[in-house]
T-cell receptor, first 115, second 115 residues
């Protein structure tokens, strides 16, 4: 069975603070992909990152960074120097290989950045 | 930059009526998907479509639902007899389909309200 857990339902930070969003996943497959999507107040789903299970290197993109640890089945997302525009719901998602190409989403973390 | 588009942005219908939600996937993509998000909840997979047929479907995708690619650009989701519990945001997504785990790009969604 596959499952994605985002234990943090809501987080509030003051602008310029760093914040880490947690994602823990469960899968029996050895090959899988992990994703993060952002859902701003306007409602669309914006792709942020895709990582395969064989690549445990951390990734940095501007103020965003991702920490993938297979040993703890976690794929955490850190925003450095948060900004008001970062306020959104962030979803972690899992796709298994082989198997259906559908995404299993976590329940999301609502991030509010206070100016 | 190519993007997935969806129409209408908001659809209001009476219970028992048929609705058709429309999507135009990214032009060179081969896999198409529908997901739904009940207000405040996580995004759930409905169905994937490849080579003019359903590739995978979830338990949610029962006989009330159908999908179609009526022409070379549109991808539609039909709900035959809407129920109150069908009220949700419906997202269309597409991926290149060259391999499983490819990034799915989402449209802005159609908010369906069933009265």
């Amino acid at each position: 069975a596959q499952k994605v857990t985002q234990a943090q339902t809501e987080i509030s930070v003051v602008e310029k603070e760093d914040v880490t969003l947690d994602c823990v996943y469960e899968t029996r497959d050895t090959t899988y992909y992990l994703f993060w999507y952002k859902q701003p107040p306007s409602g669309e789903l914006v792709f942020l990152i895709r990582r395969n299970s064989f690549d445990e290197q951390n990734e940095i993109s501007g103020r965003y960074s991702w920490n993938f640890q297979k040993s703890t089945s976690s794929f955490n997302f850190t925003i450095t120097a948060s900004q008001v525009v970062d306020s959104a719901v962030y979803f972690c998602a899992l796709s298994m290989i082989p198997g259906a190409n559908n995404l299993f989403f976590g329940t999301g973390t609502r991030l509010t950045v206070i100016p | 930059e190519p993007e997935v588009t969806q129409t209408p942005s908001h659809q209001v219908t009476q219970m028992g009526q048929e609705v058709i939600l429309r999507c135009v996937p990214i032009s060179n993509h081969l896999y198409f998907y529908w997901y739904r998000q009940i207000l405040g909840q996580k995004v759930e997979f409905l169905v994937s479509f490849y080579n003019n047929e359903i590739s995978e479907k979830s338990e949610i995708f029962d006989d009330q639902f159908s999908v179609e690619r009526p022409d070379g650009s549109n991808f539609t989701l039909k709900i035959r007899s809407t129920k109150l519990e069908d009220s949700a945001m419906y997202f269309c997504a597409s991926s290149t389909g060259q391999r499983r785990g490819d990034t799915q790009y989402f449209g802005p969604g159609t908010r369906l309200t069933v009265l």
